[in-house]
């Protein structure tokens, strides 16, 4: 008979680890990473949707499309980023002060804590009467956008509020989605029933997912319109002033743009233009900007960055 080799000859003590504890120590880090990883790509999604969304208004204001700035995805993400601030900041605290009404909630209604976390505080539960209401009244949260949204939707086609209900709608809708589904799992809870299947968080999941989106292009919409506005009243007060060279004349449909046949700071640049501001640069591509808008003299000149071409700021 063969021999067997050595380790599969040598039985297992008692006193070894069994082959799937570590398996065990690493399934919740597994899982911890995997949601930490989905959350974060929402979010960048949500933020590269949010500055395209904002470019694209702030690009009609000016006669324009997103695509010709031809922008990248960093240019995109860091558009979002310095207007999202202050909603972020909100919706963490929201979303913290939740998890602390839930554990108050759920203290003391056989609701177990999770793995891990039993050194968290103390919380003090509340009567089982009071997650009892609570979890009625939420479950009643979809008529929410239905008794506020609606309205207030229906209040700014007909000019009341300005746009206020229309921008407002999908954020009334995902607190009815939010409000709805944690009264329906918060009665569960308390009853001792179990969460409701895969599929059915699934379907609120991407119901929630359609809303942020939705939710975003209203506000990146308002923002980068508010934003166009503010710098066609004011260029100046806006935009960095802009004195461009060039080696060949460039024809200006403006009388907003002086021209000047002289030399510039180098032989060659016969030609200097004076009354642009810069909008940005992206693409390889100077986007200028004029001031007149007012009285319809305004326009968005776009520039190559090529060697014909020399741009001096300031002034």
Known sequence: MPALPDDMAQPQRAGDPKPTAAADRLAPLIKAVTEIGSLAALFTALLYYFGWARSEAQARAFG????????????????????LFIPIFILLVAFYLGMRLHRRLTATHGVSSPAGHADLEPVTAAPRGSAVRCARLLRLS?????????????????????????????????????????????????HGRPPPPLSTIALIAALLAVTLFWTAERFARLTGEGMADEIKSAPADHLARVTVYSMRRLPMSTDRVRETPTPGPEPGYGYRYDGLFLLQRSGDKYFLLTDGWADGQGRLVVLPDSDSIRLEFGG
């Open 64 to 83: 324009a499309d997103a695509s010709v700035f031809d922008m990248s995805t960093t240019d995109y993400l860091l558009r979002s980023i310095d207007v």
């Open 142 to 190: 979809w008529l929410i956008p239905v008794v506020i949204g609606m309205p207030l939707a229906l209040a700014s086609l007909v000019g009341v509020f300005g746009d206020f209900g229309s921008i407002t709608f999908p954020l009334w809708v995902a607190v009815g989605i939010v409000g709805t589904t944690y009264g329906a799992v918060l009665h569960r809870m308390v």
